[in-house]
T-cell receptor, first 112, second 112 residues
Framework: GAGVSQTPSNKVTEKGKYVELRCDPI?????LYWYRQSLGQGPEFLIY????????DSGLPNDRFFAVRPEGSVSTLKIQRTERGDSAVYLC??????????FGSGTRLTVV | GDSVTQMEGPVTLSEEACLTI???????????LFWYVQYPGEGLQLLLK?????DKGSNKGFEATYRKETTSFHLEKGSVQVSDSAVYFC???????????FGKGTMLLVSP
């Protein structure tokens, strides 16, 4: 595709439930990042993939958060036992040094 | 760790007024500096960037100069338009793999 696609665009879930957020990146670019943007704040780094492996997961807030990228393209961010404080826009950011980087339009997660 | 501080908003201007949004940073080494813009209902877009001291980034009439001596990267525009109304984020990248650290954002409201 022409850009970074994130699905769903909106997700409402009950506290304690499990959610998966998907990022379909630009094909051929090996670097992929997840960020979280809370209301009124700038995006905060969560995790970085280089290919299939997580090169840096230091931004994940706790062990309820996990992300995978099994084939080096599509990535899924997984959140277990969701809490109201997890409500935010989750952004995928992807590209390459010589091509530039692009943010997806994000998934707005609301935990009720 | 690295951090970015930008002026609080909202900044309210009349059309054709001059704009300055202040941004200062704290980082080790020699970061790259960025301004991102988020228009209402849209995703984050790269506005401009500078990769080394004294570089000037520019785009769409906006410009910012990388000032290492004052650790600043202030965003300026000589004559704003209503269509410039958006949230502006200052950011830096100080790792080998382009992870971004963002400020909290500054909302700009331009009235006719």
């Amino acid at each position: 595709g022409a850009g970074v696609s994130q699905t769903p665009s909106n997700k409402v879930t009950e506290k304690g439930k499990y959610v998966e957020l998907r990022c379909d990146p630009i094909s051929g670019h090996t670097a992929l990042y997840w960020y979280r943007q809370s209301l009124g704040q700038g995006p905060e780094f969560l995790i970085y993939f280089q290919g299939t492996g997580a090169a840096d997961d230091s931004g994940l807030p706790n062990d309820r958060f996990f992300a995978v990228r099994p084939e080096g393209s599509v990535s899924t961010l997984k959140i277990q036992r969701t809490e109201r404080g997890d409500s935010a826009v989750y952004l995928c950011y992807q590209g390459a040094e010589n091509y530039g980087y692009t943010f997806g339009s994000g998934t707005r997660l609301t935990v009720v | 760790g690295d951090s970015v501080t930008q002026m609080e908003g909202p900044v309210t201007l009349s059309e054709e007024a001059c704009l300055t949004i202040n941004c200062t940073y704290t980082a080790t080494g020699y970061p790259s500096l960025f301004w991102y813009v988020q228009y209402p209902g849209e995703g984050l877009q790269l506005l401009l960037k500078a990769t080394k001291a004294d570089d000037k980034g520019s785009n769409k009439g906006f410009e910012a100069t990388y000032r290492k001596e004052t650790t600043s990267f202030h965003l300026e525009k000589g004559s704003v338009q209503v269509s410039d109304s958006a949230v502006y984020f200052c950011a830096l990248s100080n790792s080998g793999y382009s992870t971004l650290t963002f400020g909290k954002g500054t909302m700009l409201l331009v009235s006719p």
